[in-house]
């Protein structure tokens, strides 16, 4: 879980709006963009991860990340106990979804698009079933308000929104000509639409201006719109690529989209179409998106496995438990199980945040694999840094992968690139990979912008060239990475 570069930058970031009381509004980071305007789309979250971080370090985050998916799986086992799912068949069910979404349980602001997300389609089903009152769907605006200061993907629950809205309006137009043409008496799925539609118009107007309370107002839906509109993108970061087929979570998403298609389709043939709710079309839009960009993925078995859910109770395959009066009293593990797992989460950042060693919730559980991180290469360049005096900030060309822990362990250094797309834009991020491809290219990056050290994946046709072209010094070298300090004088390169 402590393999993302965003971990470690997002914290960093969260780190400086709260010594500087501001949010960033120019990139800190690079000596490539440096000073040019940056949005911190994440900025709430980035600070709620400093904070964690300044308490219980990153034994904080990865059990604050461990919570938010154990609330969401929560979510679904609750669900799924409710409509008397078997817990073996839960047990599988849920280990399929998180299969599925496992590529993004990591400790990233991405977290909380997954919770909201599955929350947000829970309520959208238990509202068009008449399970809790259309109230309830003012209290999206606000949600909404608070998603989009912490991670952008509330551009998809705004885009999920409009989606249902549509559909509503879609169901309303079709009751509509079908009492007219077959009968004149009223309705009863057009009463229930007519019910919900004030609702639904009120959370779907209020959606977009809540999107623009951030400190950034309008920039910050532009830049998620410019990263989805990006052809670069998906040829350069992995989890804006087409999702692999025939991979594990290919597979897993084709399952999954295979079993709600089934089972939508089944309801439908046992029950009419009057029967359809259209929040079930909802995971059909995902599966699409999920097909397009490997980060989609997640969203769309969440989203699949609430309306799978949903729609179980219709299908004869599960029969839901009857429940008595005394069956429906709570017991006494029962009546204490949440508050006992809100003592362990208290417990768990308390011993994290003392540094006390236990197993499972005590402190350093999280580590950074030196197999992956540029630990070693790291701090050599440390001690270079700190032997030759440099008292500003250094400039290092660096593998994109090894940015996020450059920033977070090397405050005076400064990287070519990271993973911040919305930053770099397409060119950067094409240059970028030309180096890639051509690394004798990196000689004159490295004098046009003066760099004073390189910092390449050990083995890679960066280090090959960097090794054999005589103009930089070889500091160190392991499995992970190579640093290099860059020749300035025509005698040392004699």
């Not at 400093?50 to 990865?62: I, P, R």
Request: contains cysteine.
């Amino acid at each position: 879980m402590m393999r993302d570069p965003g971990t470690l930058w997002h914290t960093v970031a969260g780190e400086r709006m709260l010594t500087e009381h501001r949010v960033i509004r120019e990139d800190p980071f690079s000596f490539t963009q440096g000073g040019n305007e940056w949005i911190a789309q994440q900025w709430l979250a980035e600070v709620i991860m400093a904070l964690v971080h300044g308490a219980a370090g990153l034994d904080g985050l990865l059990a604050l990340a461990c919570v938010l998916i154990a609330v969401i799986f929560g979510i679904l086992a609750g669900r799924a106990e409710r409509i008397g799912l078997s817990w073996p068949i839960s047990v599988v069910f849920l280990m399929i979804i998180a299969a599925a979404g496992s590529y993004h349980f990591m400790p990233r602001p991405h977290l909380v698009t997954l919770l909201a997300m599955t929350s947000g389609t829970m309520l959208l089903c238990n509202v068009e079933a008449g399970r809790v009152s259309p109230r309830w769907l003012l209290t999206i605006p606000p949600v909404l308000a608070l998603w989009s200061n912490l991670h952008g993907g509330a551009l998809g629950g705004v885009a999920s929104l409009l989606v249902i809205g549509s559909l509503y309006v879609f169901r309303m137009q079709f009751h509509r000509c079908n009492r007219i043409v077959h009968t004149p008496t009223h309705d009863s799925g057009e009463n229930a639409d007519r019910s919900l539609f004030p609702y639904f118009a009120l959370a779907v107007g209020g959606a977009i201006p809540a999107v623009l309370l951030n400190p950034y107002g309008v920039s910050l839906p532009r830049v998620w719109i410019s990263l989805m509109d990006s052809d670069v993108l998906p040829r350069v970061i992995i989890e804006h690529a087409r999702t692999r087929l025939i991979s594990v979570e290919g597979m897993f998403i084709l399952a999954i989209g295979g079993a709600y298609a089934t089972i939508l389709f089944h309801v439908l043939r046992s029950h009419g179409v009057h029967m359809l709710r259209v929040t079930w079309l909802l995971p059909a839009v995902w599966f699409m998106l999920a097909l397009s960009r490997v980060r989609h993925a997640p969203i769309f078995a969440m989203v699949a496995a609430v309306v799978i859910l949903d729609m179980l109770p219709l299908t004869g395959f599960v029969r839901p438990v009857p429940r008595s009066a005394a069956s429906e009293a709570p017991t006494g593990v029962a009546r204490y199980a949440r508050w006992a797992a809100v003592g362990i989460v208290i417990l768990a950042f308390t011993f994290e945040s003392a540094g006390v060693r236990a197993p499972v919730i005590g402190a350093g559980w999280s580590r950074l694999d030196p197999n992956y991180w540029p630990v070693d290469a790291t701090a050599v360049l440390q001690r270079h840094i700190a032997g030759t005096g440099h008292s500003d900030s250094i400039r290092v060309f660096n593998d994109m992968r090894f940015a996020g822990y450059l920033i977070y362990r090397e405050p005076r250094a400064r990287v070519f690139i990271d993973d911040r797309c919305e930053l770099y834009r397409d060119i950067g991020l094409l240059r970028y990979v030309e180096l890639q491809k051509h690394p004798q290219q990196i000689e004159g990056e490295a004098i046009y912008r003066d760099i004073d050290y390189a910092m390449v994946r050990s083995q890679s046709p960066q280090h090959a060239y960097l090794a054999g072209s005589g103009r930089w010094e070889l500091l160190h070298q392991d499995r992970t990475a190579a640093l290099f300090r860059r020749v300035e004088s025509l005698a040392s390169i004699r």
